[in-house]
Nanobody, 128 residues
């Protein structure tokens, strides 16, 4: 069973830094992509940063220049370095990963299928 386990959340003052980490287990495959989403109270979940297996990354405009996502080649571990944190960064941060599979739940997909996985979330609170 695939699991994503996050660590590194906590409370920090505005302007401070935190690093989130997420490790995936339960699969012999390398995740096609890994990343982070966040959800603040009363708001929809939004993408924060994503990195693909080949190292291509994408960021939400609100975090560009402040956050950096990293992932070692072939590893199912992803890190999010968050600098210059703002109170509006306060949210539950969820690790996200995608596996590209030919077989899933007993069904063969000749063109492959993307299967999404989520971590349980870690709270990040930035005080002003």
């Amino acid at each position: 069973q695939v699991q994503l386990v996050e660590s590194g959340g906590g409370l920090v003052q505005a302007g401070g830094s935190l690093t989130l980490s997420c490790t995936g287990s339960g699969t012999p495959h390398t995740f096609k992509s890994m990343g982070w989403y966040r959800q603040a109270p009363g708001k929809q979940r939004e993408m924060v940063a994503i990195i693909s297996k080949d190292g291509t990354s994408d960021y939400a405009d609100s975090v560009k220049g402040r956050f950096a996502i990293s992932r070692a080649n072939g590893e199912n571990t992803v890190h999010l370095q968050m600098n210059s944190l703002k109170p509006e960064d306060t949210a539950v941060y969820y690790c996200y990963a995608v596996l590209f599979l030919s077989y899933y739940r007993g069904t063969y997909y000749p063109e492959g299928k993307d299967v999404d996985y989520w971590g349980q979330g870690t709270q990040v609170t930035v005080s002003s």
